[in-house]
């Protein structure tokens, strides 16, 4: 069993990079990915702590990508930091638009009568990357929302009064800088696109085509069925069945290192099958 799709404190996650480690190994992980958002600096931290569970570590990040007016997220894998690749200066370009969103965000939500300040967020993002589960967490702790999900959807959620739109990468250039970096790029939870199937097909295959390597079909919080039919999706396009819980921690407490909500387990080969299309 593996799992390809994890966030630690360095992003939006609540968990360490070592203590995702943790889990992998307590799930019975035979090798897990840490995917943080437009960042790779957990990869050292989470290494450490893996070599000494016997866990191998798959270093990875998760870019958001701009799709026919609509987004999505792709996940890179094989991606070393401290490296120098050309991914790397495009991460720093994409944490340094992030930090400027996250600035509008907060006033906007400031001005909307809220009560959350900039410096509350940075301590609850412990220093590291800010995402909005930070925001949501310290209005939740504030009052302003029953939970993290009650904050996503009354102001941060896409359309939502307190929602701020981010730079993303075209496919094709997010790609070009992962096979250039040395890495796998794979399309993640691809029913988030909104498609119909017949939709969704099409936009798997043109993505093939500019060089996909595969699809996160074993997703936690899809049902057996649509993982089933993913899996077919992506043996008709030559792509790679991958998977994996999209860990958060407390920010998104229903999802499991490993297990996901309980009946994840994603093949060992689906990353036998990554690694031999690394470039």
């Known amino acids: 069993m593996i799992d390809l799709h994890t966030h630690s404190?360095?992003?939006?996650?609540?968990?360490?990079?070592?203590?995702?480690?943790?889990?992998?190994?307590?799930?019975?992980?035979?090798?897990f990915a840490l995917t943080d958002h437009d960042r790779?600096?957990?990869?050292?931290?989470?290494?450490?702590?893996?070599?000494e569970?016997?866990?191998?570590?798959?270093?990875?990040?998760?870019?958001?990508?701009?799709?026919d007016?609509?987004?999505f997220h792709m996940l890179v894998y094989f991606v070393e930091s401290g490296a120098g690749t050309p991914l790397e200066t495009e991460l720093a370009d994409l944490q340094a638009a992030r930090d400027d969103r996250n600035g509008v965000m907060i006033r906007r939500l400031q001005e909307l009568g809220l009560p959350i300040t900039y410096e509350e967020v940075v301590t609850e993002a412990e220093g590291k990357g800010i995402g909005r589960p930070?925001?949501?967490?310290?209005?939740?702790?504030?009052?302003?929302?029953?939970?993290?999900?009650?904050?996503?959807?009354?102001w941060l959620a896409k359309g939502r009064p307190g929602y701020v739109d981010k730079r993303r990468l075209r496919p094709d250039e997010a790609m070009r800088v992962a096979a250039a970096s040395g890495g796998v790029p794979v399309i993640a939870?691809?029913?988030?696109?909104?498609?119909?199937?017949?939709?969704?097909?099409?936009?798997?295959g043109e993505l093939a085509g500019m060089?996909?390597?595969?699809?996160?079909?074993?997703?936690?919080?899809?049902?057996?069925?649509?993982?089933?039919?993913?899996?077919?999706?992506?043996?008709?396009?030559?792509?790679?069945?991958?998977?994996?819980?999209?860990?958060?921690?407390?920010?998104?407490?229903?999802?499991?290192?490993?297990?996901g909500r309980g009946d994840l387990e994603v093949p060992d080969d689906a990353l036998v099958a990554l690694e031999a299309r690394r470039p």
């Open 69 to 71: 007016g609509g987004t």
């Open 53 to 67: 569970l016997g866990v191998r570590l798959v270093p990875g990040c998760e870019i958001s990508c701009e799709w």
């Open 134 to 154: 930070h925001v949501a967490a310290v209005l939740v702790r504030n009052g302003a929302a029953s939970s993290i999900q009650d904050a996503f959807d009354r």
């Open 211 to 259: 060089g996909l390597a595969g699809m996160e079909c074993w997703y936690a919080r899809y049902s057996p069925g649509d993982r089933e039919g993913l899996v077919r999706l992506a043996a008709g396009h030559g792509l790679v069945a991958a998977g994996g819980s999209d860990h958060h921690g407390s920010y998104k407490p229903d999802l499991t290192v490993g297990t």
């Open 9 to 31: 404190t360095c992003s939006d996650g609540s968990d360490r990079p070592a203590r995702v480690a943790e889990l992998a190994a307590a799930a019975g992980c035979s090798a």
């Open 40 to 51: 790779l600096d957990g990869q050292v931290e989470a290494g450490r702590r893996a070599r």
């Open 189 to 204: 939870h691809p029913l988030s696109l909104g498609l119909e199937p017949a939709g969704l097909a099409k936009a798997v």
